[in-house]
């Protein structure tokens, strides 16, 4: 399944838990795996606290400090540090599914990180049985 989502600044975290959910849920599968696939190079994917916004805010503000916007790049596109933390968070995750629903901790959330926006993005979710 493929989601659009508008990211409205240069670097946030969105969480996308309840989308993934949503999905899981409606493809009936009681135990699998969920795959949730970011096809581009200056976002990523994490799972982080859901809780407290502050953990976000600070994730972001500390991968600024390590990998700064402006720096020692040789990329001519001018967004280095948005391929970097990319890399950095990863490009997929999966989550377990257990008794049709993600099997996530309490605190756990699905956060899609966009670093080079605001843009127009996408996410593929895939449900596997087993
Ligand atoms: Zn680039």
């Not at 606290?49 to 805010?57: G, K, Q, S, Y």
């Not at 995750?93 to 605190?107: A, F, Q």
Request: charged share 25%; net charge neutral; hydrophobic share 40%.
């Amino acid at each position: 399944m493929e989601f659009s989502l508008k990211t409205s600044k240069m670097q946030e975290f969105i969480n996308i838990t309840n989308q993934v959910r949503e999905v899981v849920r409606k493809s009936g599968i009681k135990n699998g795996l969920a795959v949730i696939f970011i096809p581009h190079t200056t976002a990523g994917i994490t799972i982080n606290e859901n809780a407290d916004p502050d953990v976000v805010r600070d994730m972001i503000a500390t991968l600024d400090k390590v990998y700064p916007v402006k720096g020692d790049y040789w990329h001519m596109e001018g967004n280095s540090h948005a391929h970097i933390k990319a890399s950095l968070m990863g490009s997929s995750c999966s989550v377990i599914i257990e008794d049709g629903d993600l099997k996530l901790g309490t605190w756990q959330g699905i956060y899609f990180c966009e670093f080079d926006g605001p843009r127009t993005r996408k996410f593929y979710v895939k449900i596997l049985n087993g």
